[in-house]
């Protein structure tokens, strides 16, 4: 796939934007999940390792490069971001656009996690800080949670927002029942007021003790959501010393890994 991104507004991505950690996913995935890049070593010209591919790639490459140019050139705007595949058995089609760069780039700070090759969960450091506040560390304290106003981006998760605990949830030293209807009412008005983008992406609650597991409840819950969703779900367990992540697809929990 050849891919090109004008680039020099605010308002629009730049190449960083596209991918925005070396370690992370690219916001486009190109390669269809079977495939992967082959790389061979060339010993006998002494270029080392290289990607072959025939030459009409690079002239293509060139010629969407050169298009875009012109078409800046005769103040044609349009589809900032543009690519062509030209193996359409391996890599994917992604229609030309112009990407706005917001909410694009995670904030310093940001958690993310892995759940499966190449697809990962966002967490915005508030919701970190503001879940992290309820962690138990009294006799007295009791379990709290909420859920996560978030959006799905292609293979990928990204939380926003976290409901906090409310008045006729149950909270109890290991126990926490999300029965106030405000959670599920916050989610609607999130859905409305982003354009029906920002959703119910997963639940996070507290367990009293250092290194959290889900317990079989909780694992029954999960089931229970993720049953009423064709999307992957987050949840996360907050303990003292360290957190619990996962992410729940097609009646299956998988842990995730921060990276
Ligand atoms: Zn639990």
């Known amino acids: 796939m050849a891919k090109s991104v004008l680039t020099g507004d605010l308002d629009h991505v730049c190449l960083k934007c596209l991918k925005p950690r ?10 269809k999940s079977a495939e992967d890049i082959i790389v061979e070593r060339n010993a006998a010209c002494g270029a080392g390792a290289y990607v072959p591919f025939p030459v009409s790639r690079s002239v293509g490459a060139a010629a969407l490069a050169c298009d875009h140019v012109l078409d800046w050139a005769n103040g044609v705007n ?12 391996k890599a994917y089609n992604i229609a030309d656009s112009s990407p706005s760069d917001r909410l694009t780039v995670p904030p310093a700070g940001s958690l993310t996690l892995e759940w499966q090759p190449q697809r990962y969960v966002l967490i915005h450091p508030h919701c970190m800080q503001a879940m992290s506040a309820y962690t138990q560390r009294q006799e007295r304290d009791r379990e709290a949670g909420g859920i996560f106003l978030g959006s ?56 009293p003790e250092n290194n959290p597991f889900p317990s079989s409840r909780d694992l029954q819950t999960w089931k229970g959501l993720i049953a009423n969703t064709t999307d992957p779900l987050v949840f996360i367990i907050l303990g003292w010393s360290s957190n619990w992540y996962g992410v729940g697809y097609r009646r299956r929990v998988y842990s995730a890994k921060p990276i």
């Open 22 to 31: 070396l370690a992370q996913a690219p916001r486009h995935k190109t390669l």
């Open 78 to 89: 349009n589809d900032r971001f543009r690519s062509r595949t030209v193996d359409n058995a």
């Open 152 to 207: 799905y981006r292609g293979a990928h998760i990204e939380i926003r927002a976290i409901t906090h605990p409310l008045r006729q949830d149950r909270r109890e030293r290991h126990l926490f029942d999300r029965s106030d209807p405000g959670h599920q009412a916050a989610a609607k008005t999130a859905w409305a007021k982003s354009g029906e983008t920002t959703t119910f992406t997963g639940e996070w609650h507290t367990h």
